[in-house]
C-alpha cells in the first residue's frame, strides 16, 4: 500500500483527506505541523508522496516543501494552497512541489492529481540491463535511472522535472505546445491549468541554463509553447 503523507493543521480538512485516500487504497500518515512532518520523512522512507498545506504556524508548507528537496528527495509534493492567493501556487511550485491544488477541493479532483503523480512516480523501475541513453549538447539523460548529467556533472531534479526532459530531448527541435507538455507530463485527465507547466519549465531552466534570463535549451515560442534546440 502506497504511503502518503497529509500535512494539515485543520483538523476536518485533514479527516477529510486522509478518509479519501484509504478509501483509494492508499495509506495516509497524519501531521499536524511542519516539525512533525519533516521527523516522519526522515524516519519513514517509504513515503511516496506529500501533500502539504501552505499556511501553518512554524514550519510552513513552503519550508517543508525546500528541506524535502534540499535533502535530495524525490518523493511527489503536492501543495495544498487557498482560492485567493495565486502566489502561493508559484511559490510552492518554485520550492520545488510537483503539482497544487486549490482549496477547497472535492474528493475526486485530489484523487485524479494523487494518482497520476503517483503513476508518474511509479514509473518503469531500474533494471540491470545497460542504460539507455538520451544525448544532446551537454546533456546526458539516463532513462533507466532517471538521472540528468550536463557536462559530466549530475544535475537533480524531481519526477516532475525529470519527465519535461525526457519530453524535450526525445522531441528536440519540435515546436510542443503548453497543452501538448500539461498532457505529456501530467496526464490527459488533470484537472489543472497551464500555469503549472510555465512555473516547472522556469524551475527547470534555473537548474539547467547558463543563464535562466536567457535560456538557450529551452526556448519559449510565445503564444504557443516551448522547444528544446540550439
Known amino acids: ?44 522512507p517509504d513515503i511516496l508522496l506529500a501533500l502539504l498545506d501552505v499556511m501553518l504556524p512554524g514550519i510552513d508548507g513552503f519550508e517543508v516543501c525546500r528541506r524535502i528537496r ?12 487557498a482560492k485567493s492567493q495565486e502566489m502561493d501556487k508559484v511559490t510552492g511550485l518554485m520550492t520545488g512541489a510537483d503539482d497544487y491544488v486549490t482549496k477547497p477541493f472535492s474528493p475526486a479532483e485530489l484523487l485524479a492529481r494523487v ?7 511509479d514509473a518503469e523501475p531500474v533494471t540491470e540491463q545497460p542504460p539507455d541513453e538520451l544525448k544532446n549538447g551537454p546533456f ?7 538521472t540528468l548529467e550536463k557536462n559530466g ?3 537533480r531534479l524531481t519526477q516532475i522535472e525529470y519527465a519535461l526532459m525526457l519530453y524535450f530531448m526525445a522531441n528536440p527541435g519540435k515546436a510542443l505546445s503548453r497543452e501538448d507538455i500539461l498532457s505529456e ?25 547558463d ?10 515560442l510565445w503564444g504557443f509553447g516551448y522547444k528544446w534546440g540550439f
Open 1 to 44: 500500500m502506497k504511503k502518503i503523507l497529509v500535512l494539515e493543521d485543520e483538523a476536518s480538512i485533514r479527516s477529510f483527506v486522509v478518509i479519501n485516500l484509504r478509501r483509494s487504497g492508499y495509506e495516509p500518515i497524519e501531521a499536524e505541523t511542519g516539525e512533525q512532518a519533516l521527523e516522519l520523512i526522515e524516519s519513514d
Open 70 to 81: 534540499a535533502a535530495g528527495s524525490r518523493m511527489g509534493i503536492i501543495m495544498l494552497t
Open 115 to 121: 494518482d497520476a503523480l503517483s503513476r508518474r512516480l
Open 140 to 146: 546526458r539523460l539516463n532513462t533507466r535511472n532517471r
Open 153 to 155: 556533472e549530475r544535475i
Open 185 to 209: 507530463v501530467w496526464g490527459k485527465d488533470y484537472y489543472g491549468d497551464l500555469k503549472v507547466v510555465d512555473v516547472n519549465i522556469r524551475r527547470l531552466r534555473i537548474k539547467i541554463e
Open 211 to 220: 543563464d535562466p534570463t536567457a535560456p538557450i535549451y529551452i526556448t519559449t
